[in-house]
Nanobody
Framework: QVQLVESGGGLVQAGGSLRLSCAAS??????????MGWFRQAAGKVREFVGA????????NYADSVKGRFTISRDNAKNTVYLQMNSLKPEDTAVYYC????????????????WGQGTQVTVSS
């Protein structure tokens, strides 16, 4: 079964950095054929868009709340997408998910599929 697996979460102090990874596992699944997105869900809140990257990595799109602090990149040879998070704030605390879309760098939840289990990011003040 094709699955996306997120990793790299943890506990970090405000102002710190983390890099999340999203790797495809299971049967042959080439992420290079998909645009990839990152979303997050804080406790008691709806899942929200964080950012997305096009199939080749040439185009990215970010939520205003993370613009200038977060960077998405991809290594198609490694079948992995990354989310570099700098200058973290307590309000960035959430479970972070990656997913794939057949479209471009979309920001709508319903346009994505293949959700992973998520990785917890906790930012202390």
């Amino acid at each position: 079964q094709v699955q996306l697996v997120e990793s790299g979460g943890g506990l970090v102090q405000a102002g710190g950095s983390l890099r999340l990874s999203c790797a495809a596992s299971g049967r042959a699944f080439t992420i290079s054929t998909y645009a990839m997105g990152w979303f997050r869900q804080a406790a008691g809140k709806v899942r929200e868009f964080v950012g997305a990257i096009s199939r080749t990595g040439g185009t990215t799109n970010y939520a205003d709340s993370v613009k200038g602090r977060f960077t998405i990149s991809r290594d198609n040879a490694k079948n992995t997408v990354y989310l570099q998070m700098n200058s973290l704030k307590p309000e960035d605390t959430a479970v972070y998910y990656c997913a794939r879309t057949t479209g471009t760098v979309r920001d709508k939840l319903f346009e994505y599929g293949g959700w992973g289990q998520g990785t917890q990011v906790t930012v202390s003040s």
